[in-house]
């Protein structure tokens, strides 16, 4: 267990309103990842952190903003959500190269 | 994009046959590694192969590394239905940050 916790575990929200999802860490990781998993794409990067404040885009990073003010949060906002944001979005730390994962948060956007 | 492709997307088999899953990249990866999923869970690493045409087992379960160190094949021994979940290939081109395949998705039939 790398204590990982996602916050909120599912989500319905209305198209054009704005969405913030939360990983906590509890292990003091240097690294965090937010993944978003679709049917056919397996896991997308969007974001991810490599520090307090020092964050970088993934792939599929368009429609979606960070922050990380602690070492133990790692932020994901969807500044106006989109149906196409439906997902199931994962936040992830990383010791080497190994990957440790949260259970996940459902969004659907309406 | 680093494209990780898996086949099959979707297999079905009985309790006691013998699978193979494929994944395959035009990209060189450092190491690759697999994970399997459960439902409502985030993935769990099963293992790491790092050197071309390495070989490891983990019980029933064979991974093998491309000797490009491009592609990973998971093999299966006499399958169970514990083994049934979601199979997804993750590439390591450097440091701290993975590629996920599009997963296989395994039912093993009792």
């Known amino acids: 267990d790398a204590g990982i916790t996602q916050s909120p575990r599912h989500k319905v929200t209305e198209t054009g309103t704005p969405v913030t999802l939360r990983c906590h860490q509890t292990?003091?990781?240097?690294?965090m990842y937010w993944y978003r998993q679709d049917p056919g794409h397996g896991l997308r990067l969007i974001h991810y952190?490599?520090?307090?404040?020092?964050?970088d885009k993934g792939e599929v990073s368009d429609g979606y903003s960070v922050s990380r003010s602690k070492t133990e949060d790692f932020l994901l906002t969807l500044e106006s959500a989109t149906s196409s944001q439906t997902s199931v979005y994962f936040c992830a730390i990383s010791l080497g190269t190994e990957a440790f994962f949260g259970q996940g948060t459902r969004l659907t956007v309406v | 994009t680093q494209l990780l492709e898996q086949s099959p997307q979707f297999l079905s088999i009985q309790e006691g046959e013998n699978l193979t899953v494929y994944c395959n990249s035009s990209s060189v990866f450092s190491s690759l590694q697999w994970y399997r999923q459960e439902p409502g869970e985030g993935p769990v690493l099963l293992v790491t192969v790092v050197t071309g045409g390495e070989v490891k087992k983990l019980k029933r379960l064979t991974f093998q590394f491309g000797d490009a160190r491009k592609d990973s094949s998971l093999h299966i021994t006499a399958a169970q239905p514990g083994d049934t979940g979601l199979y997804l290939c993750a590439g390591v081109p450097g440091a701290n940050n993975l590629f996920f395949g599009t997963g296989t998705r395994l039912t093993v039939i009792p």
């Open positions: 292990e003091n990781h240097r690294y």
């Open positions: 952190s490599y520090g307090v404040k020092d964050t």
